[in-house]
C-alpha cells in the first residue's frame, strides 16, 4: 500500500525532476505545470527580453462571427494559452475581423497585458495608408501600443519600415518585424533583412518546408534577428500526411505525445527559431500544442529520421 509520506516523495521527486527537465509531468494539468515547470524561453536578440517558445496565430480561427459558438470558444483557447504559460499572440488588419475579436477577447477577459501582441502593416502603400491603418488597429485591438508591428508579406517594405519606425520611436510599437510565409520569398526576404536588420523576422517553416535552413536562419543568427516560423503545420495538411503514422519510438523520450507536438518541436529544435505561431480555434488542441514548449527538442538524427518518415 502507497503510504501518504512515500506518494508525496514520489510526487516531490517527479515534480523536481520534471522542473530538471523543463517537462510536464503525466497526470498533471497544463496550468499546475506552468506554475512548477515552465514553458522554455528564448531571447529577443535586439533587447534580451525573452520570450515563452510556444505562441499562436489567428489567421482563420479568429475570423469567426462574434458571439458564435466559435467565438466562445476561443474565450477557453485564450485561457488555457496564457495558464500555460505562452504570451505571443500573432494577428493582422486583413484577417477580416480577427483584429476585432481578438481586441474585445483580451479587453473582456483582462488578459491584454499577459499579451505579447504581435501585428502587421498589411496590404497599404505609402506612409499615409499605413498610419492610418495602424490608428484604425489600435482601435480594433482596445489597446494603445503592440509589442511587434510587421511589414506583411514584404509589401511597400521601404515605406512601410520607416512607418513601422517611426511608430517605434513615438512608442507605440516596442519591436519592428518583416513576414513572408512561401519559399519562392525566402531570398527576398533574407535581402530586405540584411539591409534593414529588423528585430523580428516570420516566416514559414515546417518538416516539409524546410527552405529558411538554408539560408534565412544563419543570417538571422548571425545578425541578431529574433525568428517567428508560421505554417508550422502546412495550415493542417501535415496531419494528413501522417494519417494512420505512428509517431517514432524515440518521441517519449522527448515528451512528445501527438503529431501536433512533434511538428512544432521540430521548428523548435532550430536554434534562430525564438517561437512557433500555431492556429486553432479549438481548446484541445491550444492545450496540445502548449505541450511542445516543455521537455527536450529533437536531436539532429531525430530531426533526420523525421523528415525520412513525413519529408
Ligand atoms: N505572411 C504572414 O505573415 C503569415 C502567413 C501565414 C500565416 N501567418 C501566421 O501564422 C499563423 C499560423 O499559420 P496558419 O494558420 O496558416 O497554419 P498552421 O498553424 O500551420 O495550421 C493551422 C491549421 O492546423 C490545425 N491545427 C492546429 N493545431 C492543431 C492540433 N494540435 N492538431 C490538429 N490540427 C491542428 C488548425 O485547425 P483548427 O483551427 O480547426 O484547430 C488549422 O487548420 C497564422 O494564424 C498567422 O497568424 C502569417
Not at 225 to 231: G, K, Q
Amino acid at each position: 500500500m502507497t503510504t501518504r509520506r512515500r506518494f508525496l516523495s514520489t510526487t516531490t521527486a517527479t515534480l523536481a525532476g520534471s522542473l530538471l527537465l523543463n517537462v510536464v509531468p503525466a497526470g498533471i494539468s497544463l496550468s499546475r505545470a506552468a506554475a512548477t515547470a515552465q514553458m522554455l524561453r528564448r531571447p529577443i536578440p535586439s533587447s534580451g527580453e525573452t520570450l515563452p517558445v510556444i505562441g499562436m496565430g489567428t489567421s482563420g480561427s479568429f475570423e469567426v462571427p462574434s458571439g458564435s459558438a466559435e467565438y466562445q470558444s476561443l474565450k477557453e483557447v485564450l485561457k488555457r494559452f496564457f495558464a500555460g504559460g505562452a504570451t505571443l499572440i500573432d494577428t493582422a488588419p486583413t484577417y477580416s475581423n480577427a483584429e476585432d475579436n481578438l481586441g474585445a477577447l483580451l479587453s473582456e477577459g483582462n488578459l491584454r497585458k499577459q499579451c505579447f501582441l504581435a501585428t502587421k502593416l498589411s496590404g497599404v502603400s505609402g506612409r499615409d495608408a499605413g498610419m492610418a491603418q495602424f490608428a484604425s488597429t489600435l482601435k480594433r485591438l482596445q489597446t494603445d501600443k503592440v509589442e511587434l508591428l510587421q511589414v506583411h508579406n514584404l509589401r511597400d517594405w521601404k515605406t512601410q519600415i520607416e512607418v513601422a519606425r517611426e511608430l517605434k520611436k513615438q512608442g507605440k510599437v516596442k519591436y519592428v518585424g518583416v513576414t513572408h510565409y512561401v519559399d519562392s520569398a525566402h531570398d527576398e526576404l533574407a535581402e530586405v533583412v540584411q539591409a534593414t536588420k529588423p528585430d523580428f523576422l516570420q516566416i514559414n517553416h515546417s518538416v516539409t518546408n524546410r527552405g529558411i535552413e538554408k539560408r534565412v536562419l544563419p543570417l538571422a543568427k548571425e545578425l541578431g534577428v529574433a525568428v517567428l516560423t508560421n505554417r508550422n503545420f502546412n495550415d493542417g495538411a501535415l496531419f494528413r500526411q501522417v494519417q494512420g503514422k505512428e509517431l517514432p519510438g524515440w518521441a517519449a523520450d522527448a515528451g512528445i505525445t501527438s503529431w501536433a507536438q512533434m511538428f512544432l518541436k521540430y521548428s523548435l529544435s532550430q536554434e534562430a527559431v525564438t517561437a512557433v505561431i500555431p492556429a486553432t480555434g479549438k481548446p484541445d488542441r491550444q492545450s496540445d500544442n502548449l505541450k511542445a514548449g516543455f521537455g527536450a527538442l529533437l536531436t539532429p538524427a531525430q530531426q533526420k529520421e523525421l523528415i525520412a518518415l513525413v519529408g
